[in-house]
């Protein structure tokens, strides 16, 4: 078997398989649904998403240990993952040849040269990784410690280390300029405090590939295709954002009908990374022999447009094994030995290059930060789900993959706009209106399938404060508030709390004011009363409207006032409960029986069912704010 | 990727146009008018949208069975299964209510996504028998269905009725979108081209409504009548601006089989969502009817309250849907 057919069965298996796990992330219990499917798994075999949660927050996560697995294997063979994994890859590939589809195999060769616009992709993964890299630099340099001298002093002394031994290894004095930055960097710590500037942001999942294809093909395409079926859910699955995350994956498979693979070859950071790990691969495709008639057939099916018939670029290369078998004089192999042609192992980039991008990677989180968000200016809107870190430690995780939204039952979980900025965009807030209800009790789906615990695992147990979390109490994600001008009890004195009857707690967060408020036009003359009819003096009510059992009639019995339900009316006439002395009534005061929701801050979670359920749905008059959450004790409410 | 143009011959290059080329010119150019113009003509609209028209409507079938009579039975156990067995005893057996060949829907309450223990929604040990007796008596198939206030699949899920259904050889008809039609039911205030769970009805001959007993801020009470708000959809609450003209009306459109009130545990406070082992009381009653505000009368009493102290109950009555003196139809008392 030709070993090109090998890699499309291998593209097609791990192509079905994340199909698979989309599929599979339905909550449920059949055989289908989540039942320890391992729906994360591409995004942990991403070393991107490994590699920038480690900067962050020094230490690697669960299931992320599995990217070793994928440094390992592409340290040995190179790119394999792009041309033989990738589900993001194997779409590009797919429409890629769809596109040279009846291209001229010169028009082929054409547009498979390397194009100085691949840099880009170092570029790009340079700038995210150094985002992620300000706490790590801090925690180095001592920024934000007690004594910056003593780094300051260690940087220097490496350097002058170094420099000495200049002429003992190569790139020593790479290593010395470095130091000297560094050390320059401390310094900087002796003059200023720095604490409030120098932070890390996890901002790869922007573009890298894996939570790109989780989030577009569960937050729009899945969504889509069911909405025909109504398979994985009963209601239709709703999801904000979708024009941009839509729009990004449709334009990144169509510019494959320009280029193929135009993302793997020009934007894709995780394929850069690839690229710089894959440099010391220990087979490599490349020339076998001299006598090459130079036909460049072999650039005609090239996916990675690596130049294989030339000076192979190693860091471009996919591995799809085409050239094996376009060139006609099979002068090319995947062998252990260099191309005879030669080889590139380092990408094409220039020094200030690298030093742009990282710089920008490093300046932008602070740069972004001077909004406010995470400070006094914090968004009350952004409700995140059960279990989420603070905001700077969220952000510290977060890859904006997906998977929270996907699972989450009820549909709240909804990938953020722009609530946050560009810092927070695809990241999880809970949206009350879109779902199908709030977020429900029983509920902790989202922090187990959260692959980088940017929303912690949590049991049961600790969400609802119950066992050994009885002392700290439930997982609050934020308080309801009552719009008083909005709510239909309170503004226009009809009786309604669904809210109340719909509080999830025990007892209820939100309970009621009962009171009896004379309607419009209310205080009524009476003509004659007697048993349990009152006559009005004259016509004036509307007929049936006040038999609805909470209406009632108010007016004076003997010495004292009388408050009696109404069973039925007509325009001039009143009948009411039996049991109360009519005689000598004058006027009646025609009133409605009001409960009035009003909130209880000590009891209420934020689970938002209140503001899903209220009747109104545009505006709604119970509103959900992020006050009082417990992952942040600046937002607190009460006095405590 | 360079298309072929056809190319003129050439000594046809700027040469006038003959009669073939004219014919072909004219008669395509007429073919288009006459598809432009026939479709302005029969798509033409001189009058504009009018306001939205009521749409005809689909009606429920009537599921009781009058040669059964208005019956009920209050059976006192501790055991619900023991007692929803003695209670269908009590007013005739199963055989009665179910025959071979029938297609039962049983209504249950899943509103919410809380365990069984809450009793909050239908508990899944009487539904498990209930499907189980409706099957033995021959019914050809049981469906168990409720559009609950919570996310469905977490509700089914949670409460133990998915699995119960699906364990007793129920089929479970989760509240899509698409079996939802509107439905005006005569006689009804607010019941009117409002959308209402028909799809689940296909085919259907029986119907069951199993519920539990619950404390209702709103409404005073949350029993069988009330159990039917679970067939509607839409912005269903909207209707608690007047909720007991409303309840009424459920029960002016439904008319059931049997409905069974599971008083096993009585949610006295909290209600409807409960959420803690606290909210329950203890009363040890299975009520079985088929008579649905007789057996709402009768569970009120679980709650200390009485039909007066829920107009709804009162409405019902006067709109003939049954008695709220359950004692009038000489209630079979058991002891499970």
Excluded at chain 1, 67 to 90: D, E, K, M
Excluded at chain 1, 494 to 517: D, H, L, N, R
Excluded at chain 1, 542 to 557: E, I, K, N, P, W
Aim: net charge positive; hydrophobic share 40%; proline share 6%.
């Amino acid at each position: 078997m030709k070993i090109t057919i090998v890699r499309r069965i291998s593209q097609f298996f791990f192509f079905a398989l994340f199909v698979w796990f989309c599929i599979a992330a339905t909550f449920g219990q059949a055989m289908w649904q989540l039942r320890g499917w391992p729906i994360n798994w591409f995004l942990q075999l991403d070393p991107l998403v490994a590699l920038s949660n480690l900067i962050t927050t020094r230490s690697l996560y669960s299931g992320l240990a599995w990217a070793l697995a994928t440094i390992a294997l592409t340290i040995v063979l190179g790119r394999f993952f792009c041309g033989w994994v990738c589900p993001f890859g194997s779409i590009h590939h797919f429409v890629g040849y769809l596109g040279s589809r009846g291209r001229k195999p010169s028009e082929r060769i054409a547009v498979n040269h390397y194009k100085s616009t691949q840099k880009i992709k170092y570029y790009i993964l340079f700038a995210l990784l150094f985002a992620a890299a300000g706490g790590l630099i801090a925690y180095f340099c001592d920024l934000t410690g007690l004594n910056p001298a003593l780094p300051v002093v260690f940087f220097l002394v490496l350097a002058a280390a170094a420099s000495i031994s200049t002429k003992s290894f190569p790139g020593a004095r790479k290593i010395s300029a470095a130091m000297i930055a560094l050390a320059g960097v401390s310094a900087v710590g002796l003059f200023a405090r720095l604490d409030g500037i120098v932070a890390a942001s996890v901002q790869t999942g922007l573009l890298d590939p894996i939570p790109l294809v989780y989030r577009s093909v569960n937050l729009v395409l899945l969504p889509l295709s069911d909405s025909a079926f109504h398979f994985t859910s009963t209601a239709q699955r709703h999801y904000g954002a979708t024009w941009l995350t839509g729009s990004i994956f449709a334009a990144a498979v169509l510019l494959n009908l320009l280029i193929p693979r135009f993302y793997c070859r020009i934007i894709c950071p995780l394929g850069a990374l690839y690229g710089i790990l894959g440099r010391y691969a220990i087979w490599r495709v490349g020339r076998k022999t001299e006598k090459c008639s130079g036909c460049r057939l072999c650039d005609s099916r090239c996916e990675g447009a690596c130049e294989p018939g030339e000076r192979i670029r190693v860091p471009e290369c996919v591995l799809c094994m085409n050239c094996l078998h376009t060139c006609k004089d099979d002068l090319v192999g995947y062998n252990t030995f260099r191309s005879i042609s030669g080889e590139a192992t380092d990408p094409d980039l220039s020094r200030r290059g690298f030093l742009v991008a990282s710089l920008s990677g490093i300046a932008a989180v602070p740069f972004m930060r001077i909004d406010g968000k995470l400070d006094r200016n914090w968004e009350n809107t952004l409700i995140r789900p059960p279990g989420s870190l603070s905001e700077p430690e969220f952000l510290n995780r977060c890859i904006k993959c997906g998977q929270c939204a996907r699972v989450c039952p009820t549909n709240v979980i909804q990938p953020d706009e722009w609530k946050s900025g560009i810092e927070g965009l695809w990241t999880p807030t809970l949206n009350f209106r879109a779902g199908s209800s709030g977020c429900q009790m029983n509920c902790v789906a989202c922090g187990h399938i959260c692959p980088t615990a940017a929303i912690r695992p949590i049991s049961l147990e600790e969400k609802l404060g119950r066992g050994p979390f009885e002392k700290a109490g439930p997982i609050r994600i934020g308080t309801a508030f009552i719009d008083r001008g909005r709510c239909l009890p309170w503004a226009m004195d009809k009786p309604c709390i669904v809210c109340q009857e719909t509080c999830p707690v025990s007892p209820k967060a939100i309970f009621v004011k009962e009171s009896f408020v004379t309607v419009r036009g209310g205080s009524l003359d009476v003509a004659n009363a007697k048993g349990a009819v009152i006559e009005l003096g004259k016509p004036s009510i509307q007929a049936d409207r006040f038999g609805t059992g909470d209406f009632f009639a108010l007016f004076d019995s003997g010495s004292s006032k009388m408050r009696k339900r109404i069973l039925s009316n007509t325009e001039g006439s009143i009948t009411i409960e039996r049991g109360a002395d009519l005689s000598g009534v004058k006027s009646i005061e025609l009133q409605v029986r009001l409960q009035s929701p009003q909130v209880d801050p000590e009891r209420c979670t934020g689970c938002g069912i209140c503001e899903h359920e209220c009747p109104v749905s545009g505006l709604k008059a119970v509103r959900v704010s992020a006050e009082g959450e417990t992952r942040h004790g600046k937002h607190s409410l009460l006095l405590k | 990727m360079t298309k072929k143009i056809p190319k003129v011959p050439e000594d046809r290059k700027g040469a006038g146009i003959d009669r073939r080329d004219f014919i072909i010119r004219s008669v395509k150019a007429g073919a288009a008018l006459a598809v432009s113009g026939s479709l302005g003509y029969f798509l033409y609209d001189p009058a504009g949208p009018g306001p939205a028209s009521e749409k005809s409507s689909l009606a429920l079938p009537d599921f009781s069975i009058p040669e059964a009579g208005k019956k009920i039975a209050i059976v006192t156990g501790h055991d619900r299964v023991k007692s929803v067995n003695s209670g269908l005893k009590a007013i005739g057996g199963i055989g009665t209510f179910i025959r071979k060949g029938d297609r039962v829907l049983i209504k249950v309450n899943a509103a919410f996504a809380t365990p069984p223990a809450l009793c909050a929604t239908t508990h899944p040990e009487i539904l498990s028998e209930l499907v189980r007796l409706c099957l033995a008596a021959g019914a050809a198939s049981v469906s168990v269905t409720d559009n609950p206030i919570n996310n469905p699949e977490s509700c089914f899920e949670l409460s133990g009725i998915g699995e119960a259904a699906r364990a007793s050889g129920a089929s479970l008809i989760l509240p899509k979108e698409t079996l939802f039609s509107n439905l005006t039911v005569p006689g009804a205030n607010f019941i009117r081209n409002w959308p209402v769970l028909l799809g689940a009805f296909q085919g259907i001959t029986k119907l069951i409504g199993l519920s539990p007993i619950k404390d209702h801020n709103r409404s005073g009470a949350s029993m069988s009548i009330k159990n039917w708000y679970g067939l509607i959809g839409g912005r269903r609450n909207i209707f608690h601006q007047d909720i007991h003209t409303f309840i009424r009306d459920l029960a002016l459109m439904v008319k059931p089989t049997l409905v069974i009130l599971d008083g096993t545990f009585t949610m006295i406070s909290n209600g409807p969502t409960g959420g803690s082992i606290s909210d329950l009381k203890k009363t040890d009653t299975v009520i079985v009817s088929t008579d649905q505000v007789a057996a709402d009368a009768a569970g009120a009493v679980l709650l200390g309250k009485a039909p007066t102290d829920l107009p709804f109950l009162i409405k019902a009555e006067q709109a003939g849907a049954g008695t709220t003196d359950f004692s009038s139809l000489n209630p079979v008392r058991v002891t499970g």
